[in-house]
């Protein structure tokens, strides 16, 4: 079974931009919750998605949004990026609900903005 | 607001040790706890989940426990090894995933 994929890999952009970042579930999952992990910081929790609706959201600004499609895979968007969003962007699914099953991650996107 | 924390931050042994990690949690309504290995520049591979009916659990030469009452879960890693060099993140789980800061494992073949 293959595991969680999210693409790209790796992206630069530049202060202002926006940016668009995909993530696809193990299959089966319905669950997909988006993190961001900087150095200062750890792994921080952004939103979770279930059944194409946000059913958690993290202590971020407006400009992180994300969606999720019928077939469980999701997107987060960044708008106006600043320095600071320069991180790794995690990505994980589980079967029905965050906590309550295993969660697996993706290899991350690593956004670097200039 | 939960807090995590790990202890130590890093930690670096000679091949062969047993070790422990520590894993504290400020709030102790989490449900379950999960470790987690992450590679540098990769994604989290979990290791072990602990559900709130389990105390432990074991695969292979890990063993993780939970004590809600003390806010605390340790992993312990028997027989180490070169290939277990990675940052070894906990995650307190209620309505969200909580995570540490993380330990830095180096093993020393």
């Known amino acids: 079974k293959a595991g969680v994929t999210q693409t790209p890999r790796y992206l630069i952009k530049t202060r202002g931009q926006q940016v668009t970042l995909s993530c696809s579930p193990i299959s089966g999952h319905r669950s997909v919750s988006w993190y961001q992990q900087t150095p200062g910081q750890g792994l921080q929790f952004l939103f979770e998605y279930f059944s194409e609706t946000q059913r958690n959201k993290g202590n971020f600004p407006g400009r992180f949004s994300g969606r999720q499609f019928s077939n469980s895979r999701s997107e987060m968007n960044v708008s106006t990026l600043e320095l600071g969003d320069s991180a790794l962007y995690l990505c994980a699914s589980s079967l029905e609900r965050t906590g309550g099953d295993e969660q697996y991650f993706g290899p991350g996107t690593r956004l670097t903005v200039t | 607001k939960q807090e995590v924390t790990q202890i130590p931050a890093a930690l670096s042994v000679p091949e062969g040790e047993n070790l422990v990690l520590n894993c504290s949690f400020t709030?102790?309504?989490?449900?379950?706890l999960q470790w987690f290995r992450q590679d540098p520049g990769k994604g989290l591979t979990s290791l072990l989940l602990?559900?709130?009916?389990?105390r432990e659990q074991t695969s292979g030469r890990l063993n993780a426990s939970l004590d809600k009452s003390s806010g605390r879960s340790t992993l312990y890693i028997a027989a180490s090894q070169p290939g277990d060099s990675a940052t070894y993140l906990c995650?307190?789980?209620?309505?969200?995933?909580?995570f540490g800061t993380g330990t830095s494992l180096t093993v020393i073949p």
């Open positions: 709030d102790s309504a989490i449900y379950n």
């Open positions: 602990i559900q709130s009916s389990q």
């Open positions: 995650a307190g789980i209620g309505n969200q995933f909580y």
